[in-house]
């Protein structure tokens, strides 16, 4: 069975902080897929990234940067420099070649960045 | 805007009641995902269609049945509506499984009375 695990519930920050968003997974495929998914205060789910299981490289969007290490089965996500706007709840999911593509999300994180 | 359209945005009806939920997938794609987002389960995947047959079932209530049709819409039927069917569903679109992402529509958020 696949698994995805938030520990963080809620973070904190100030406007300007770098934070990071925890993501462990859990798997027996070889084979799958992980991803970051937003939900602002106005409810949608907006895409982030993907990422497969055969690329570890580290990727930078911006501010935003993600680190896949499969030693330690983790997928974490830093914003750097936050800004009010960040503020949502963000989701990391998994979904597995053998699964059809349904996501196994995780409980979500939700992230408060103050002015 | 994902491309995904989900109407209507807000439902609220009585306990008992049958209501209908549709999407439109974004063009091109020919998967659709239902999924439904409670503060009690979180996001939980209920459904997959994929160009017109179904794929994947998911956590899904036998009250609860969908369908794909061959312009590749689709729709989400709930019956025999409980208080605790109130939440928020999502559809999703990808262009095909797992090895592509999927976009979430903005959601319909259902409120049982």
């Known amino acids: 069975a696949q698994k995805v695990t938030q520990a963080q519930t809620e973070i904190s920050v100030v406007e300007k902080e770098d934070v990071t968003l925890d993501c462990v997974y859990e798997t027996r495929d070889t084979t799958y897929y992980l991803f970051w998914y937003k939900q602002p205060p106005s409810g949608e789910l907006v895409f982030l990234i993907r990422?497969?299981?055969?690329?570890?490289q580290n990727e930078i969007s911006g501010r935003y940067s993600w680190n896949f290490q499969k030693s330690t089965s983790s997928f974490n996500f830093t914003i750097t420099a936050s800004q009010v706007v960040d503020s949502a709840v963000y989701f990391c999911?998994?979904?597995?070649?053998?699964?059809?593509?349904?996501?196994?999300f995780g409980q979500g994180t939700t992230l408060q960045v103050k002015p | 805007d994902s491309g995904v359209t989900q109407t209507p945005k807000h439902l609220i009806t009585a306990t008992g009641q049958r209501v209908t939920l549709r999407c439109s997938p974004r063009s091109g794609d020919l998967s659709v995902y239902w999924y439904q987002q409670s503060l009690d389960q979180g996001l939980q995947f209920l459904i997959q269609?994929?160009?017109?047959?179904?794929?994947a079932k998911g956590n899904i209530l036998e009250r609860f049945s969908a369908q794909q049709f061959p312009d590749l819409h689709s729709e989400l039927n709930l019956s025999s509506l409980e208080l605790g069917d109130s939440a928020l569903y999502f559809c999703?679109?990808?262009?095909?499984?797992?090895?592509?992402?999927?976009?979430f529509g903005q959601g319909t958020r259902l409120t049982v009375v």
């Open positions: 269609y994929y160009n017109g047959e179904e794929r």
């Open positions: 990422r497969n299981s055969f690329d570890e």
């Open positions: 999911a998994l979904s597995v070649l053998s699964n059809t593509g349904k996501l196994i």
């Open positions: 999703a679109s990808s262009k095909q499984g797992a090895n592509t992402e999927a976009f």
